[in-house]
């Protein structure tokens, strides 16, 4: 496609529930990025990609967030027992290499609703 | 940590006058980009500056870089009320990048 595709676009779950989100990347980008976003606030890091290997997953906020990524492409991202705090936009990223030297293009987010 | 810091946190002006905007951050960085964001969705790419540029301009923008005060700043001249967005920079971090909180920009018309 022409841009980072992300879906959906937006998710509202229940308390307690799986969720899966999943992004799909400029075709032939190598890192993919997964940042989230609390209303009003900055970017937090949440995991890259380099190929389907995750060197950096320190920023995975605890062990119900989990990543995959599979033939070099698409992404999904889990979270299981989704909490309120939770509840944020999800946005997903890709670049043509890995490195903080390049420009990272950026899909329009899965917001992301735990009620 | 290397998470840079934006001020002001939110700036009003009115069409047709300059916005500033100044970033911080902690550690040397070989470069520093800055991305606009409407509506709290994805982000847009604006620029990239190298450590070894003090200053870069496209169209109505304007970033410097000064290494030796850890700092740059963008500038939009003639500002217009499609303007009105957060604005961020990012500046590296290990083989990642990271974001300062953003500018929240309004444009009055």
């Known amino acids: 496609g022409a841009g980072v595709s992300q879906s959906p676009s937006n998710k509202v779950t229940e308390k307690g529930k799986d969720v899966e989100l999943r992004c799909d990347p400029i075709?032939?980008?190598?890192?993919l990025y997964w940042y989230r976003q609390s209303l009003g606030q900055g970017l937090e890091f949440l995991i890259y990609?380099?190929?389907?290997?995750?060197?950096?997953k320190s920023g995975l906020p605890s062990d119900r967030f989990s990543a995959e990524r599979t033939g070099g492409s698409v992404s999904t991202l889990t979270i299981q027992r989704t909490q309120q705090e939770d509840s944020a936009v999800y946005l997903c990223?890709?670049?043509?290499?890995?490195?903080?030297?390049?420009?990272?293009?950026f899909g329009q987010g899965t917001r992301l609703t735990v009620v | 940590s290397q998470q840079g810091e934006e001020d002001p946190q939110a700036l009003s002006i009115q069409e047709g006058e300059n916005a500033t905007m100044n970033c911080s951050y902690k550690?040397?960085?070989?470069?520093l980009q800055w991305y606009r964001q409407n509506s709290g969705r994805g982000l847009v790419h604006l620029i990239l500056?190298?450590?070894?540029?003090r200053e870069k301009h496209s169209g109505r923008l304007r970033v410097t870089l000064d290494t030796s005060k850890k700092s740059s700043s963008l500038l939009i001249t003639a500002s217009r009320a499609a303007d009105t967005a957060s604005y961020f920079c990012?500046?590296?971090?290990?083989?990642?990048?990271?974001f300062g909180p953003g500018t929240r920009l309004s444009v009055l018309p």
């Open positions: 990223a890709s670049s043509l290499v890995q490195g903080a030297g390049t420009e990272a293009f």
């Open positions: 075709s032939g980008h190598t890192a």
């Open positions: 990609f380099q190929g389907n290997s995750a060197p950096d």
């Open positions: 550690t040397s960085i070989n470069n």
């Open positions: 500056i190298r450590s070894n540029e």
């Open positions: 990012a500046m590296p971090y290990g083989q990642n990048f990271v």
